[in-house]
């Protein structure tokens, strides 16, 4: 029996037992995680393909380790135009071992279970939501108040007069001395 697991954007093939190094997860060494992303499951020769996924299977796996890959090393050459550029990355990986792939009535029974937890957790936020209106009324008030106050900081800029416009426009109109050309004899004209 194996199954293919979606995770970290990368489609990975299992079986019990099995040990991945998989993109990077916010898990601790010895935390259990479960892959409900599963997209296809083997089983006797028989296989089950998800549409995009298959609601009753999940993957349960433990982590082994946190660790880096191998260092991959990133070298940019333009010849002859003294351009070179060297880096390197060593990826985050998380490695884990593939205990059990659920498929069935066994998934269905916990999935079932989790909603009445969550339903505890939604009834707590109700009580939430009558402060955030509190704090909603006061937000109005205070931007009327920064307006009033951007109002007052504004300076007036003085109006131009057709007094100004003409000094303006003389400054413009300026030119420089032009110089005579010198003819080929040497002497100006």
Request: hydrophobic letters at 25%.
């Amino acid at each position: 029996m194996f199954a293919v697991i979606k995770t970290g954007g990368k489609q990975y093939k299992t079986h019990e037992g099995d040990v991945l190094h998989i993109e990077k997860l916010n898990k601790k060494k010895g935390q259990k995680i479960t892959f409900n992303e599963v997209l296809l499951i083997e089983d006797d020769g028989k296989a089950v393909i998800g549409t995009p996924l298959i609601e009753e299977a999940s993957v349960k796996a433990v982590v082994l380790d946190n660790i880096k890959d191998k260092k991959i090393v990133i070298f940019k050459k333009k010849r002859r135009k003294r351009y070179k550029k060297k880096a390197g990355h060593r990826q985050l990986l998380t490695k884990i071992k593939v205990e059990e792939i659920v498929y069935g009535k066994s998934v269905s029974k916990k999935e079932t279970q989790k909603p009445t937890k969550e339903k505890k957790s939604e009834s707590e936020p109700k009580k939430k939501p009558a402060s955030k209106k509190t704090t909603e009324k006061k937000k109005p008030q205070e931007k009327s108040a920064k307006k009033t106050k951007k109002e007052t900081k504004k300076p007036e800029k003085p109006k131009k007069t057709a007094a100004s416009k003409k000094k303006s426009s003389d400054k413009k109109t300026k030119s420089r001395p032009v110089e005579k050309k010198k003819s080929s004899s040497g002497k100006k004209e």
